[in-house]
Each structure stands twice: as structure tokens, then as C-alpha cells.
């Protein structure tokens, strides 16, 4: 019997309609693959300074152009683009404000580095952005911050126990200065108790990092960085009333261990003795040179008030102690090298952060509170604008205003059923 036409329309159509099937399960896998690109790079933003390549260059900044080149193929595959919040706007007001300065600055190829870098560590906030797009990948987002803060820990006890220290008999891991490591370590903390509290994968070994982070501090004897972990340790404590009984009674055993650790290291600690001297430094005036580096760069920012003097250009203007001289002091660097107009384009970034947060849940928003909260600590000490952890942190910031967004819209959606 000959096939009628409705057989060869059935011929026809079976393999379009295979084809269909089989394409949601392409773009799932493809998906995946940028996600787990993505994740390797917050993963290794925490110990990047352990690996130093060519050029200066972080080994985490080089997994950017992999993930950069992902999103791109993401949105030609599915057109998948999120538009840009405020903030965003704002960081690349800085940017730009920054590329500027090449017009007038005192070190041109610093310059050209730095605004190079600036665009590398924006695209790392603004991929964070693109590619969370649900909670479970927010949170897995989250784990690799706390995995990598393991590694940089790691690194820390490799110091330790091999015994590389610095002038002053202060521990760190390979490659990372050790103001900056007790920073990045106390950063995490919040990081680390959230997903403990809100998960039922990896609670201890979450919990677990709040004392590895305080004595990483320690280690490292630095004064900064444990300010910025008495700030962060803030959070589990304001959290411990949300805890069973049981749970609070392992925390206590945790820090007991904690403590317990630190009396018996602590002669090997160089921390005594440079708390010992924070007294001393304040009465002349000197914190370790920080107060010259201080009134030099007012000098210099009174000489160049609304433009500065070029990004990436302080040591170049200051000078007095080499070139890889630094402000420790996050805006202080900004008013000399990008003027109070630098300086407004920045803080309209910290505003945009704290602002977002009101549309946060309540657990979350003092997770994120505590963590921009001490980071302006961390930044009031140290030269964090060009940090990846700076723009990391601010990637995850704004990723959380689209979960918070994400289950206002699910909270009236079962209201409007319910009704």
C-alpha cells in the first residue's frame, strides 16, 4: 500500500521533532560548561597570589578570558543577557574616569596596566553577575569563595611549617604580602557561616573556617587583618541565637580548640610583639611609615585636587620609597591618582553596594552588611581598589539582589495563588 501524505508529513517532521528534544539538553550542557569555567575562577581568586606568572600576572586573572569568552558564546547561543544594575554603571563611571587620566599622567605604561587591569577585575564582577542565575548556583558560587580562602590557608601553614618568614618574623604563604592574606581570610568568615547556617552539605567544614581564619590572622601578625576579622567574627555571633543547643556546644569546642592552639603556638607568633609596639608607633607618629606615605600623597592630592595624578601613578608621585610603593589606604590612593572625581565614581560604588542590600532577606543582608562592612576597614588600611577580591565580593554583592529579587517574585506568585 502506497504511504499516504500524512505518513510523509510524520516522515518529515520526526526528525525536527527529535532535534527539539535534543536541544534543551544541549544548552543545559552548555550551560554547565561556563558555570564550571566560572567557578574555577572565584575558586581561585582567594590564593591567586600563590601563583605568579610572567608579567606579574595572577594565575586566577587568566581563567577571566575563558569565562569572558563563554558568556559571549552564551548569549550568541541563547541570547541570555542580563541588563546592568546601577552600580554597574557606576563601576564603569570609574573605569573610565580612570582611562582618562592617560591624558595627563606622571607614569603612562603604570597607567595603561592599570586601567587594563581595572577592565579584567570588572569583568570578573560582571560575569559573577551573568552566570548566578539561581540559588543553588549563587550558593555554589559562595563554596568556591570558602574552598579557595582553604587553599590560601593552606598556603599560610606551608609557611608556617617550613619556616618562611619575613624580616619582621611574620608567616604568610607563598607570594601573598601578609596584610593582604589575613584580609582576604577574614573576608570569607561571613562567607563561610552563611552557608553553614542555610546548608546541610559541608556544615563543619564551613563552620570549621571561622577558626582557621582567626588563627591565619595570628600567623600573620597582622594588626589590620584582625581588625577586619573582629569585624567579620560579628556575624556568626550575631547568629548563634538561630542555633540548637548541640550546634552551639560544638561552636564552643571549636573555639576552645582555637584558643587552646594559639596558647600553645603563640611564643612562635610574631603578633605579641608587634601588638606591643602599636603604642609606641602611635606616639611618634609613625605606624610602620604609613603617616609619611600619608602626608606626602595630601601633599600630592592638594597639587592635583579634582583629576590626580594618573591611575596606577602614586608610587611614581609620592616616591621616596621605590617603585612599588603603595598608599595603604584605599582612598587615599584614589584621591592621588583619579582627584575627587575618582574618588566620587568610587564611593558611588560602595553607596550603589549598600543601597542594593535593602531589598535583601534578613540573613542576608546581615551577612552582606558585615562583609562591606569590613571591607571598608580592610580598604581604610589597606590598597584594595585594584583587588580581586574587591570586585569578587562586589560580583557576589550583586548577584544576591537577583536571588533577593528572585524570591520576592516567587513569595507573590504563592500569594496570588493562595488567594
Not at 282 to 300: A, Q, Y
Request: glycine share 8%; hydrophobic share 50%.
Amino acid at each position: 500500500m502506497p504511504k499516504s501524505s500524512g505518513d510523509l508529513r510524520y516522515r518529515g517532521t520526526a526528525p525536527r521533532v527529535a532535534l527539539e528534544a535534543r536541544a534543551p539538553a544541549a544548552h543545559n550542557r552548555w550551560k554547565t560548561v561556563c558555570f564550571v569555567f566560572l567557578w574555577l575562577l572565584v575558586f581561585t581568586v582567594p590564593w591567586g597570589d600563590m601563583i605568579q606568572l610572567p608579567y606579574d600576572i595572577q594565575f586566577s586573572r587568566i581563567l577571566t578570558i575563558p569565562v569572558a569568552l563563554a558568556w559571549l558564546l552564551s548569549i550568541w547561543h541563547e541570547n541570555s543577557f542580563r541588563p546592568p544594575l546601577t552600580v554597574h554603571i557606576a563601576m564603569l563611571a570609574f573605569i573610565l574616569w580612570a582611562a582618562m587620566n592617560v591624558f595627563w599622567t606622571a607614569d603612562p605604561e603604570r597607567s595603561a596596566r592599570r586601567i587594563l587591569s581595572y577592565s579584567q577585575l570588572f569583568l570578573d564582577a560582571w560575569l559573577v553577575y551573568q552566570f548566578a542565575r539561581t540559588g543553588i548556583q549563587y550558593r555554589k558560587l559562595l563554596q568556591a569563595v570558602v574552598l579557595g580562602g582553604y587553599v590560601a590557608f593552606a598556603g599560610l601553614l606551608y609557611g608556617y611549617m617550613y619556616g618562611h618568614v619575613s624580616g619582621d618574623g611574620r608567616f604568610s604563604a607563598p607570594g601573598f604580602d601578609a596584610n593582604d592574606l589575613a584580609a582576604t581570610l577574614a573576608l570569607i568568615v561571613p562567607l563561610a557561616w552563611y552557608l553553614a547556617m542555610t546548608g546541610k552539605k559541608y556544615v563543619w567544614l564551613n563552620r570549621l573556617y571561622v577558626p582557621c581564619a582567626i588563627a591565619g590572622a595570628l600567623l600573620t601578625a597582622s594588626r589590620s587583618g584582625l581588625a577586619v576579622a573582629g569585624v567579620t567574627a560579628l556575624f556568626p555571633l550575631l547568629a548563634m541565637g538561630k542555633l540548637s543547643r548541640r550546634k552551639k556546644i560544638g561552636i564552643f569546642f571549636l573555639a576552645a580548640v582555637t584558643a587552646g592552639g594559639v596558647f600553645e603556638f603563640g611564643n612562635e607568633m610574631s603578633f605579641n610583639s608587634r601588638l606591643s609596639t602599636f603604642a609606641d608607633q602611635l606616639s611618634r607618629r609613625d605606624l610602620n611609615g604609613r603617616v609619611d606615605i600619608w602626608e606626602h600623597g595630601w601633599t600630592e592630592f592638594l597639587d592635583n585636587p579634582l583629576v590626580g595624578v594618573g591611575a596606577g601613578a602614586f608610587s611614581s608621585s609620592v616616591g621616596g620609597r621605590g617603585a612599588e610603593l603603595v598608599a595603604h589606604n584605599t582612598y587615599l590612593e584614589i584621591l592621588v591618582e583619579h582627584g575627587a572625581i575618582g574618588l566620587l565614581a568610587f564611593l558611588a560604588v560602595v553607596f550603589g553596594l549598600f543601597r542594593g542590600l535593602k531589598a535583601a532577606r534578613h540573613l542576608e543582608w546581615r551577612m552582606w552588611a558585615t562583609v562591606l562592612a569590613a571591607w571598608l576597614v580592610t580598604s581604610s588600611v589597606l590598597s584594595w581598589e585594584n583587588r580581586e577580591m574587591t570586585w569578587l565580593l562586589w560580583g557576589l554583592c550583586t548577584a544576591e539582589r537577583l536571588q533577593a529579587a528572585h524570591s520576592a517574585r516567587k513569595e507573590r506568585v504563592r500569594y496570588a495563588r493562595a488567594a
